[in-house]
């Protein structure tokens, strides 16, 4: 399970990704920092604690205690998609957590949503584990979670390693591994 200070060192860095400037994200620090105690609220969602809910003002995760552990820092990575609907984000990572077709995943926060307008929701898996990206693949064609171009065609969307995520690949500097495509055959 994310910790309080693994999750502020994630608002850290995509607020330096975001191009915030050296001293705006040491004034966040040291602002968020004294409260890293409170800002997560935990809600069981199985009936043996071993799902999790953990909100912060940021994200809400959906953990699966058991299996969660796995996910190695080196080879993990996350599928996403990108919604303007809380309530409709919310329901689909419920599912995927108690469905167990992941062992982590979170969507931005209601808050997050309505000062950008949308919000992202990843799927946490580890690059070489095949069978979690068929399950994670398939559970996004059945929700409609892949966008469609005008023509009907499934956008090829990537799998991207947090590694990616924290050397700052985004846009065209992004390449990814592992695509729609190459899992959904």
């Known amino acids: 399970m994310p910790s309080n200070s693994s999750l502020l060192g994630l608002f850290l860095t995509d607020k330096e990704v975001e191009g915030c400037s050296p001293r705006t994200i040491a004034y ?33 995760f959906y953990i699966d205690t058991e299996l969660a552990p796995a996910l190695d820092e080196s080879r993990c990575g996350k599928w996403m998609f990108y919604f303007n609907d809380i309530e409709f984000a919310e329901e689909v990572c419920r599912k995927a957590a108690l469905g167990m077709v992941v062992a982590e995943c979170k969507h931005s926060s209601f808050e997050s949503v309505i000062e950008n307008g949308r919000g992202v929701a990843c799927f946490y898996l580890n690059l070489d584990d095949v069978e979690a990206h068929r399950r994670v693949v398939a559970f996004m064609l059945e929700h409609g979670l892949v966008r469609k171009t005008k023509s009907g065609k499934l956008y090829n969307i990537g799998f991207k390693l947090d590694d990616q995520a924290r050397a700052g690949e985004y846009g065209a500097g992004f390449k990814a591994r592992i695509t729609l495509s190459d899992r959904s055959n």
């Open 28 to 60: 966040y620090e040291s602002t968020l920092k004294p409260y890293e105690a409170w800002m997560e609220e935990k809600t069981m969602l199985s009936e043996d604690g071993r799902i999790v809910r953990v909100d912060n003002p940021w994200c809400s």
